[in-house]
């Protein structure tokens, strides 16, 4: 995929990632979080997470395919892209948890 092509894809899809970005969904992550350490939840694909701890991980890292210093503001754009790409991935596992979660909640209190 093309830098221009995900520029446009995150453009086109900015909505999707505001609702990422809701206490609702930060909440279930710090709950999503231990759970997999403790291996009480099982991700529904491990990709999803390993996608979205990269892309948060390259963001933060001073390596870089355009680098800021030297383009400015265009050097943020792989930046955005690749946190857009990750955020994408990000919330599909969290709103597999947050399924899970219900299923777990309707077990319990229905039996």
Do not use: C
């Given at each position: ?6 520029i446009t894809?995150?453009w ?5 990632f505001e609702?990422?970005?809701t206490k ?5 992550m ?10 009480e939840?099982?991700?529904?694909k ?14 933060v ?29 990000i ?15 309707d ?5």
């Amino acid at each position: 995929m093309s830098k221009l092509s995900m520029i446009t894809s995150f453009w086109k899809n900015r909505d999707q990632f505001e609702r990422v970005f809701t206490k609702e969904k930060f909440d279930a992550m710090t709950r999503m979080i231990p759970l997999i350490y403790k291996g009480e939840y099982k991700p529904s694909k491990w990709r999803h997470l390993v996608i979205g701890v990269a892309a948060i991980v390259y963001v933060v890292s001073p390596l870089d395919f355009l680098p800021e210093v030297a383009l400015g503001p265009i050097g943020i754009l792989d930046d955005i892209a690749i946190l857009a790409f990750g955020i994408k991935y990000i919330n599909k596992e969290l709103n597999h948890f947050l399924e899970w979660e219900d299923n777990l909640r309707d077990t319990i209190f229905n039996d």
